[in-house]
């Protein structure tokens, strides 16, 4: 809720302490099928039995009825103070209503013996919730006891009566009535037609109720009238004719029709019901009740208001999402692609064609770890076999076993230091392109439903290619056999031909001979072989796989487009519409229809007018918009949303509210009325009019500002020209009709703008906030000419297809004169063909800051001359500019 608003409501309620509390409609009669008629009536479903006996049955007890949350509970309140919950507790779970009525016929209420006091009643239903109305239905005769339910609420009393005629007894009631309430307002309730339907079966009855007249200003204590609140506006509709003797002859008068200032949703409330009624004091209370519907309304306009604009919010943030997944995917899927390819050919490139690198790389690997392997192969403790403490072994086979432990401790070492040294050498093997790749791959797979990661399973083979080079024991056998060469000599020379001893000395001694014999060209031929084949295999499946994957993408970024299409031109100005409805209405119903005054400008779009005193201020401007149909409506409710939902800056004309006058100049059309604050004049007309070079200046900053804050925004004017530059009382500059505006995400390459300031690309469809920058150019072209006219360069042109055909070539309006070298670099700057080109208005704006700088520094008689000598002014701006710039 906005913070002015929710002042307002605090006022409000402050002003008038009975809007705090609950309405109380207190049903009377004395007779019960009568009553419980009139509750069905405004329940919209029978509470108690109809069919209840009439006249001389035995009353009801009081009956209050609350809201509550999910059930229909009962409880009785008896004598001695103890609240007793029946056992009866019907719950309907999907509607949250009585399952079973009536029922407090069966709770033998009829037949109390009088211990009971009353009955409480929560029942869920719509008119209770909350606990801003509850109900009381109380026999006449106790009356005087329906003070024990009104402390601290507002009541309205309602009389059912069970035919158009009142009995004694129930005159002699309504008197007593009369009495009691102080001449309080009371409603009539009789039958239309025939009495009620037999319990169970009917609808609720057809009642007609009757309506107060404003009468004697009488007032309860507690009902306050709303201040300032116009009386209501009161016709006839009399209650059947014996009837309404009898209640006037008690002291009842009547009205003639319900208020009709009340709003139509009250009167939809009570079209089904005849409504007049009787007596005074009824203008305290429709003033209130006037004033608490209109609350109620204004607070759910505001409310549907705010959860609209959250849903459109949320609606753009997801355009946004989708457009950059639109155009990222493609993006991620050429970069897998050629990263994954770069490194396979980087890889392969080694594997093919450097079998002596490769060679010297395991040759490095071996002189490099000699002395730690060596020891690492001293320190071995044997796992598979048995080894005395003194290094004793039984048998020639665990010798061989001894020899193969120490063989694999010295493979997998040999194999990490080789695989260290190939990733190292390999550039797209380093950690940080291969993460990047890998995350890529992460986000490209998040959506494929069948694929199960098979572009990355296929990366990280190729990675595997690299990492867990295989020297296994066959590409190095001619290690082997030169270590069993060794050891049958060893063997051989011993005398008792008994196995070694395998101690430290041992070990290293094997190790040694084993790396003494390790043969690196033709180790190095196997691992390239092994490489190439793995390297191949795992390529050609990422190739596949990522084949797969792209065509699963091209079908699901399709249907994205189809869903930000739809979202964008269908959803989102649909709900755009409703908040614009909802927003139109809190401001109407605070401050009314604004009246236009005098004509102060006209567009294409709109005309403006000066307007008479709205929401406590004179000073707006009020641009009154006739959309033609319905997509014009959609386009306003989008740009207005835009609009509003921008925070303040003193450099953008913001709309400050919005009326719908729905019979617009008793035309029956409707017309869009956006209020904004009114400024002086345009900078069309300022610079017809003469301003000097320091003040245009000025303004080109302060649009610049204005302009930049708006892409800080994500937001496009796509707009921006001389008439849409307002100047205030200092001749400061303002952004205004912010009608093309729009995040980039939301734009769909319409092509919008003023012919003479539409970039080249705009034509293209594809464009962004650079656009802006490009109409800037030819806006301070204008402002460095200090002139209105159309340049002369675009004068040939004979239309606009003509003339942006020359735009397209690169056709620019010529240097003006006087114009500093600082002014024409930054006028050319911001009009570059290629987009990317342009500056930012940051930097522009920091370019008008030198230039205005450099002014201050030139003493004034060598300063270029005044406007007047400079070039004449135009008589008048749309003679001058041919009507399709
Ligand atoms: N807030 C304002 N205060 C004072 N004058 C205004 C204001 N807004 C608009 N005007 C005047 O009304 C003229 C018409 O404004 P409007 O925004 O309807 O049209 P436009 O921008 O000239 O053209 P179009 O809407 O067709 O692009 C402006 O040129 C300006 O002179």
């Not at 009139?38 to 035995?58: D, F, I, K, M, Y």
């Not at 079973?100 to 006091?117: K, S, W, Y």
């Not at 209501?232 to 002291?251: H, M």
């Not at 800056?649 to 719908?660: D, F, K, M, P, S």
Request: proline letters at 6%.
């Amino acid at each position: 809720m906005s913070a002015d608003l929710a002042a307002q409501f605090a006022q409000l309620e402050e002003d008038h302490p009975v809007l705090r509390q609950p309405v109380c409609l207190v049903v009377l009669g004395a007779d019960n099928g009568a009553r419980a008629a009139l509750v069905a009536a405004l329940l919209g479903e029978p509470l108690l039995p109809l069919a209840a006996p009439s006249g001389t049955a035995r009353r009801w007890p009081p009956l209050v009825v609350r809201g509550a949350c999910d059930n229909f509970a009962v409880m009785l309140q008896e004598r001695n103070g103890l609240r007793r919950q029946t056992d009866l507790v019907v719950r309907d779970t999907e509607r949250g209503r009585l399952l079973e009525p009536p029922c407090l016929a069966e709770l033998g209420l009829a037949d109390t013996d009088g211990t009971c006091v009353w009955v409480n009643v929560g029942l869920n239903h719509p008119l209770l919730r909350g606990d801003h109305v509850r109900l009381v239905v109380a026999p006449t005769h106790q009356a005087a006891t329906v003070h024990c339910f009104l402390e601290d609420v507002v009541p309205v009393f309602l009389h059912g009566t069970a035919a158009n005629c009142l009995s004694e007894q129930e005159r002699a009631e309504l008197g007593d009535l009369h009495r009691i309430t102080g001449g309080q307002a009371v409603f009539f309730a009789a039958p239309i037609d025939s009495p009620a339907e037999p319990a169970g079966s009917a609808p609720p009855p057809q009642l007609s109720l009757h309506w107060p007249h404003r009468a004697r200003p009488g007032r309860r204590p507690g009902v306050a009238p709303a201040r300032g609140s116009p009386e209501p506006a009161v016709v006839a509709r009399p209650p059947p004719g014996p009837l309404l003797l009898q209640l006037r002859a008690i002291g009842y008068e009547f009205s003639t029709c319900p208020p009709a200032s009340l709003g139509q949703s009250v009167d939809e409330l009570f079209q089904s019901c005849q409504l007049v009624a009787g007596s005074a004091g009824m203008l305290a209370f429709a003033p209130y009740l006037r004033t608490c519907l209109q609350l109620q309304l204004l607070r759910a306009a505001h409310q549907v208001n705010k959860a609209l604009n959250q849903l459109l919010r949320a609606f753009i943030l997801s355009a946004f999402d989708m457009a950059r997944e639109i155009q990222i995917t493609p993006r991620r899927l050429q970069y897998a692609r050629q990263t994954e390819a770069e490194l396979f050919s980087s890889v392969m490139a080694i594997a093919d064609s450097n079998q002596l690198h490769m060679s010297q790389m395991v040759n490095r690997a071996c002189v490099s770890m000699r002395d730690e392997l060596l020891s690492q192969a001293a320190m071995y403790q044997f796992r598979d076999v048995e080894v005395s403490e003194t290094g004793a072994i039984r048998s020639a086979r665990q010798l061989q076993q001894c020899t193969a432990e120490i063989q694999n401790l010295l493979l997998a070492a040999l194999n990490r230091a080789v695989a260290g040294q190939l990733v190292g050498s390999v550039d797209y093997m380093q950690e940080r392109l291969v993460g990047t790749l890998q995350r890529c791959l992460l986000s490209l797979e998040a959506h494929d439903d069948g694929g199960s990661g098979e572009a990355s399973n296929a990366l990280k083979q190729i990675l595997n290619s690299a990492y867990s080079l295989e020297i296994s024991v066959e590409t190095s056998s001619s290690v082997i056999t030169s270590l069993w060469e060794w050891l049958k000599q060893l063997l051989d020379v011993m005398p008792w031909k008994t196995p070694p001893c395998v101690d430290a000395l041992w070990r290293r001694k094997v190790a040694t001979e084993m790396l003494d014999n390790i043969n690196e060209l033709r180790l190095s031929r196997v691992i390239c072989s092994q490489l190439r084949d793995r390297l191949r295999r795992a390529h050609e499946a990422f190739v596949r796989s990522i084949g797969r994957l792209e065509a699963q993408l091209d079908g699901r970024l399709e249907q994205t487009e189809r869903d930000r299409l739809r979202m964008k031109k269908l959803h989102a100005p649909h709900v755009a519409r409703l908040a614009l409805q909802a927003a139109a209405y809190v401001d109407a119903a605070r401050f009314g229809v604004p009246q236009l005054a005098r004509e102060i400008g006209r567009g294409q779009y709109g005309v403006v007018y000066s307007s008479g005193e709205w929401a406590g201020r004179r000073d707006w401007a009020v641009k009154s918009v006739i959309p033609p149909d319905d997509r014009h409506w959609n386009d306003l409710s989008m740009e207005y949303f835009y609009t509003r939902s921008l925070p303040d800056h003193e450099r953008i004309v913001n709309i400050r509210g919005l009326v719908i006058d729905y019979n617009y100049s008793h035309s029956r059309m409707s017309a869009a009325l956006l209020l904004m604050e009114r400024l002086q004049t345009d900078l069309y007309l300022g610079i017809q009019d003469g301003l000097d070079l320091p003040t245009r200046l000025r303004i080109a900053l302060d649009v610049a500002q204005g302009a930049r804050f708006l892409h800080s925004q994500g937001l496009i004017h796509r707009d921006i020209k001389l008439k849409n530059v307002l100047l205030d009382n200092a001749n400061r500059g303002k952004l205004t009709d912010l009608g093309f505006c729009k995040p980039e995400a939301m734009i769909s390459g319409s092509v919008v703008g003023t012919p003479i300031h539409m970039a080249p690309e705009l034509f293209s469809g594809q464009y962004d906030h650079s656009v802006d920058v490009y109409a800037f150019g030819v806006l301070l072209w204008y402002i460095l000419s200090n002139d209105v006219r159309m340049p002369d360069v675009y004068e040939q042109c004979d239309n606009k297809n003509d003339l942006w055909k020359c735009v397209k070539r690169g056709l620019r309006p010529s240097r003006p004169r006087h114009c500093s070298d600082l002014g024409w670099e930054l006028v050319t700057a911001c009009w570059r063909g290629e987009p990317r080109h342009r500056p930012l208005f940051g930097v522009v704006e920091l370019k008008l800051h030198q230039m205005l700088d450099q002014l201050e520094a030139v003493p004034a008689d060598q300063q270029p001359p005044p406007p007047a000598a400079e070039a004449p002014a135009a008589l008048d701006g749309s003679a001058v500019i041919p009507c399709w710039s």
